[in-house]
């Protein structure tokens, strides 16, 4: 690694939360590159100030992650990008906390526009009355919230309304993405906000559709939301 790190001072306990941060950072914007092995324990320990303990619990932290990999006689080095779980919310925090977002936020709309038409359509079809009333509830508080607008209570009920797609479903595999990916929906949701409108009038047409039970609808409302919500991005029209 070409800089020093500085030395990280916190709780004990969140110590190696705060490390394996510091080393996720370098990696995910680029200054650590892919298959670099990253200095020796000892090197990492007096540039951090922190025991050996805390140095390799962030390590593996950061090898459950995907990032790092450590070998005999080789020692750890970071992983080609493909290996990155960008599906763990801790890492996408770390990657939304670097700070220039715009390319991180065209390839989740990119994510969003393959998956979520077809959980919207999903959940027309296999919402249950509880489901219903839940998503019901949370538009109700979004169209609210719509006319006397705050981003902060905006942001939290466009996430629910999301998720609650998600679990909305019947299908275990779009499960992860209701809350995995809570972390940058509400990053996206918050910058694509403040970039233009609340588009409420499209979160009323899958609003609508779903509890219509009319699938090709909320496939198509879905589509426009994302439409709308790309043209809030910068660089496109």
Request: hydrophobic content about 40%; glycine content about 4%.
């Amino acid at each position: 690694m070409q800089n020093a790190f500085v030395e990280i001072a916190g709780v004990k306990r969140s110590l190696h939360v705060q490390v394996a941060r510091e080393i996720a950072r370098k990696i995910l914007s680029g200054e650590v590159a892919q298959n670099e092995i990253i200095p020796g324990e000892m090197t990492l320990c007096e540039q951090f100030k922190v025991s050996r303990t805390s140095l390799r619990e962030a390590i593996k932290l950061l090898t459950s992650k995907g990032l790092l990999e450590s070998k005999p006689k080789v020692g750890t080095r970071v992983t080609d990008r493909e290996n990155w779980n960008f599906l763990d919310s801790q890492l996408l925090d770390w990657l939304i906390d670097i700070g220039d977002n715009n390319a991180v936020y065209r390839d989740f709309l990119s994510l969003r526009n393959a998956l979520e038409p077809e959980a919207a359509a999903l959940a027309a079809e296999n919402a249950t009355a509880q489901q219903r009333i839940l998503l019901s509830a949370t538009f109700q508080r979004m169209d609210d919230i719509s006319k006397d607008f705050e981003l902060e209570s905006w942001t939290e009920a466009d996430m629910e309304f999301h998720r609650l797609i998600f679990l909305s479903t019947g299908n275990s595999f779009y499960l992860p993405f209701a809350n995995v990916l809570c972390t940058m929906f509400k990053s996206f949701i918050t910058h694509s906000s403040v970039r233009g409108s609340t588009c409420i009038n499209e979160h009323r047409a899958i609003y609508s559709a779903i509890m219509a039970g009319d699938s090709s609808k909320a496939r198509q409302a879905n589509i426009d939301l994302l439409s709308k919500s790309k043209r809030r991005l910068p660089g496109s029209s």
